[in-house]
């Protein structure tokens, strides 16, 4: 049996128990990972399908594969409702709370049942990250029933950000053009660096200038100094941006089209876009000003 027909026939043995369903079409499925969903809580559930298929491979039966892998998963689902009940009390449930940016388009279906902010195209949203390694973003109706502000919401989960999933410097370069890669503990959610609380600000002070940002991909983010890269303009960047997102790895999930830029003295994280047109108009201003009235 080969790897396809192997994880086919898990799958299709745990959906013919009634305590699992098919995963909505919201939900991506990769080939290291089998994903089903738990049909009480409506919670995915992640198993490590080649790990499972090695153990075959090495001649244990698929019968007993089969009960090792159930097991797993009724352990998972044990802890899962155990974790329900702990949500279900804001003191508890804020200790796991984090950030994820995502792409506000591919999300936006999901996005109209869960609080989140605009960056660019990008969207924050707020997660909970549970010790058995699933997620869960936070809805509308679980805030509610929690009794808090949108406002308390977030900076709850962006202070505990940097604890849960910490910054890790992938590469440090003093030559070439991008001087820092970064990306966090789960790096898959590495861009949501952007907005953790003075990341940013530590490193346009660390480099003593503007930042430009490349997003690659949701894996993590590429970090420029604006005065290496003064005669570059918002063509220019997005092309740069379009090469490096078709060459990054995990790339199939583009999570937005724009390079960013940070203003380290006005503390202002936007698209680069956004940051020319804020230019352009100041010095229309400016020079408005400098000419005084004209009647």
């Known amino acids: 049996m080969n790897y396809k027909e192997f994880t086919q026939r898990v799958k299709q043995h745990l959906l013919s128990r009634p305590e699992y369903a098919s995963l909505p079409a919201s939900i991506q499925e990769n080939s290291r990972d089998l994903i089903i969903l738990f049909q009480e809580q409506r919670i995915p559930l992640k198993l490590e399908i080649e790990s499972y298929y090695e153990i075959y491979q090495h001649g244990v039966s698929f019968e007993e594969v089969l009960k090792a892998i159930e097991t797993a998963a009724e352990k998972i689902r044990n802890h899962i409702a155990e974790d329900q009940k702990m949500v279900r009390d804001y003191k508890q449930a804020k200790e796991l709370l984090t950030v994820e940016l995502v792409n506000a388009e591919e999300k936006k279906e999901i996005l109209k049942k869960i609080p989140h902010k605009m960056i660019g195209d990008m969207a924050l949203v707020c997660r909970m990250n549970f010790k058995n390694g699933y997620t869960l973003h936070v809805g509308n109706k679980r805030m509610q029933e929690w009794g808090i502000t949108e406002e308390q919401l977030f900076s709850d989960a962006l202070q505990n950000a940097s604890h849960i999933e910490p910054p890790i410097l992938v590469e440090k370069a003093d030559n070439g053009l991008i001087r820092y890669v970064y990306t966090n503990q789960s790096s898959n959610n590495g861009v949501s660096l952007i907005v953790y609380p003075d990341f940013l600000d530590e490193l346009a002070r660390k480099l003593n200038d503007n930042l430009i940002i490349i997003i690659p991909s949701a894996t ?11 005669s570059l303009r918002v063509g220019d960047w997005n092309a740069i941006h379009e090469v490096m997102t078709k060459t990054a790895e995990g790339s199939a999930s583009i999570i937005t089209k724009h390079t960013f830029h940070y203003d380290k003295k006005e503390k202002i994280l936007e698209t ?12 229309v201003n400016y020079v408005m000003k400098m000419m005084g009235p004209t009647m």
Do not use: D, F, P, V
Request: proline share 0%; glycine share 14%; charged share 30%.
């Open 220 to 230: 993590g983010i590429g970090i420029i100094g604006e005065k290496r890269a003064t």
């Open 272 to 283: 680069m876009e956004a940051y020319e047109n804020r230019m352009s108009q100041k010095l």
